[in-house]
């Protein structure tokens, strides 16, 4: 009797130890899956955020562009406008005008104007 009682006791032990393995182990299980999730979602948010960045790198590079053409454009104007400042017989060496009809010719103004603006 005594021997029973000695193995069923050990057979308990190894039962309960065999069970206290699998809890662990499905905690463990549990506590992964759980982890996954969050890096799943977290994962997902990332992408999302790089999505977002890609779309505003596409929108800053189009504006840059933009902002290339009009600096470009307006490097040529002022260009342009000093070559025409310093080509224009209208001013003498003091800066006053000269007369009416190199106002004219350096402007490109209506006669009427200049006649109002040279009086």
Known sequence: ??????FENENTSEKFSELTKDTVFYR???QLLM???HLHKKV???KQEKKKLQEDL???KHHLKDLNVICKDQEEETSNLKTQ???CPCTSTSGKLASYEKLNY???IPAALLEAAVQ
């Open 85 to 87: 400042q310093q080509q």
């Open 1 to 6: 009797m005594w021997e029973l009682k000695i």
């Open 28 to 30: 463990l299980h549990s």
């Open 106 to 108: 350096c402007q490109g």
């Open 58 to 60: 596409v929108l800053l």
């Open 44 to 46: 997902d948010l990332l």
């Open 35 to 37: 982890e996954q999730t």
